[in-house]
Every structure is written in structure tokens, then in C-alpha cells.
């Protein structure tokens, strides 16, 4: 994996962690493909009843 890519995935990782991700958008695909645009991102709570 290269190191910026890494550093990326990190940074999310602990964004998460720290519930501090609030929203993220990720455009522009490196590979294109026709069914893949762009890919939303957003944390949710989910309770249990």
C-alpha cells in the first residue's frame, strides 16, 4: 500500500475512532468504471430497541 494512501486510511481510521468524522465524499475514481461515481460517507448510531 503506498504511504499516502496509508496515511489516509489512518486518519480516518481515528476520525472515527475519536467520533469526530462528521462527513466525507470521495470522488473521481482512480479506475473507471460506470457503476462507481462517487461514494458517500457518513457515521450513524444504530439502536438497539
Not at 489512518?10 to 462527513?23: F, G, H, M, P, Y
Amino acid at each position: 500500500m503506498s504511504e499516502n494512501l496509508d496515511k489516509f486510511l489512518n486518519r480516518i481510521a481515528d476520525a472515527a475512532e475519536q467520533s469526530t468524522l462528521v462527513k466525507m465524499t470521495l470522488s473521481k475514481p482512480a479506475q473507471r468504471r460506470d457503476d462507481l461515481r462517487n461514494i458517500y460517507v457518513k457515521p450513524v448510531l444504530i439502536k438497539e430497541n
